[in-house]
């Protein structure tokens, strides 16, 4: 009994020496598989509590200080399938996109390594009007920054 | 995938346009599918990582992105994605 104990904590150590080897820095997919679950209020855009639940998951923290960096999205987008959002920030850790206006709350959530620069855009989908939420973690600092995009043809039908 | 890599006084800056239809759940109910999207993009510099992002079905489709990091010209830039369904598809630009 003994012998298979060891046995058995030698194979767990190996696992653990391998993980390392993933091709991926961090896979916030498998890190935080159910922050990508969590809903908006679809009858409520400017009802934030999903938001808020998945800046806690994020960041441990639902109360972030008012940001001060950039976020730039456009104040009334006429297509909703594809709306530019672009942040930057000196440094970050940690970076979160979210909205109010999908069915689940996260676009995507960055991890910044040591030499590159938070300076990003991409193009997102928005079903309807709603708030692009962008949440950095500075530092050990949560700050947050939302803009409120108005959406005149949704992006996320067939 | 398209990917444009430029560096300048030691920041390189990349735009890349992925193939993709980015099927979010809603769509791919609507058309009868199975939503596939891109959840994981990944950009490296001689294996070290540089831009690393966890995605969702809200990118747009064929999701266009930019990003910056401290590097030199004449290094190769690799980008890579996975989706829902295990496809990956990477490509290597060299950094002017």
Known sequence: MERRKFLGLGAGLAALSLAPVSVWAKDYRKELPNVWKIKNNEADANDLKGVNEAIKAIFGTDKPEEGKFKLKAPDIAENGAVVPVSFTLEKAKKVALLQSANPECVVAIWDIPEGAIPDYAVRIKMKKTGKVIVVADVDGKIYKVEKNVKVTAGGCGG | ?96
């Open chain 2, 1 to 96: 995938m398209r990917v444009k890599a430029k560096a300048k006084d030691g920041v390189v800056s990349v735009m890349a346009v992925m193939k993709h239809p980015m099927l979010s759940y809603d769509m791919a109910k609507k058309q009868g599918k199975e939503a596939n999207f891109i959840i994981k993009i990944t950009g490296k510099v001689d294996g070290k990582v540089v831009y690393d992002a966890s995605t969702s079905q809200f990118l747009s489709k064929n999701p266009f992105i930019k990003f910056k990091f401290k590097g030199e010209a004449g290094k190769e830039l690799e980008l890579s994605w996975a989706d829902l369904k295990g496809n990956t598809k990477s490509k290597k630009v060299k950094i002017k």
